[in-house]
T-cell receptor, first 108, second 117 residues
């Protein structure tokens, strides 16, 4: 199956800082999603982004499918941004393969 | 839109009992739903793919007789953990694929935390 690697595994930010999370994948994909898992375990859809760039408020994402990576940008981080960010990809079937996640801690 | 619910959110049971978890797509039809489990500080691992009106497809290493999946309608899938043991304690999450959209984004339920004593 597809291998998904996320970096860094942990990230500690001061409130107001910007950051970049990376997701590398081992094969071509039909779907790539970014999620934020909050402290209660709920996975929140951030982006559906198999290619190109999207922005939603302080968050934006870019996927370069030909080079097999995606980046998630968090700008002006807030304490509510804390949690685990997952990248998940899908190839020819409908199954999503998840990366190990990046744990983000934003300090006030 | 695209809301998925799970019930119960938390369950504690005795070893040897069976537990049923429901997953519902509230505002869309889902011919395919997925069941994941997540251990503390780990990522999500796909257990099985649930297709409406047909048998579920289980991932390698997942016991189909242990984790019974039923997808009786376009908005409901259930996971039954049979004869639960402490090692089955985990966070179980379902997702649903919205087929009406031109792409195949998955939406996740809030999860069910199972503790087996």
């Amino acid at each position: 199956g597809i291998q998904v690697e996320q970096s860094p595994p942990d990230l500690i930010l001061q409130e107001g800082a910007n950051s970049t999370l990376r997701c590398n994948f081992s094969d071509s994909v039909n779907n790539l999603q970014w999620f934020h898992q909050n402290p209660w375990g709920q996975l929140i859809n951030l982006f559906y982004i198999p290619s190109g760039t999207k922005q939603n408020g302080r968050l934006s994402a870019t996927t370069v499918a030909t080079e097999r990576y995606s980046l998630l940008y968090i700008s002006s981080s807030q304490t509510t941004d804390s949690g685990v960010y997952f990248c998940a990809v899908r190839s020819n079937d409908y199954k999503l393969s998840f990366g190990a996640g990046t744990t983000v801690t934003v300090r006030a | 839109g695209a809301v998925v619910s799970q019930h119960p959110s938390r369950v504690i049971c005795k070893s040897g009992t069976s537990v049923k978890i429901e997953c519902r797509s509230l505002d869309f039809q889902a011919t395919t739903m997925f069941w994941y489990r997540q251990f503390p500080k780990q990522s999500l691992m796909l257990m099985a793919t649930s297709n409406e009106g047909s048998k579920a497809t289980y991932e390698q290493g997942v016991e189909k007789d242990k984790f019974l999946i039923n997808h009786a309608s376009l908005t409901l899938s259930t996971l039954t953990v049979t004869s639960a043991h402490p090692e089955d304690s985990s966070f179980y999450i379902c997702s649903a694929r919205e087929v009406s959209r031109s792409y195949n984004e998955q939406f996740f339920g809030p999860g069910t935390r199972l503790t087996v004593l």
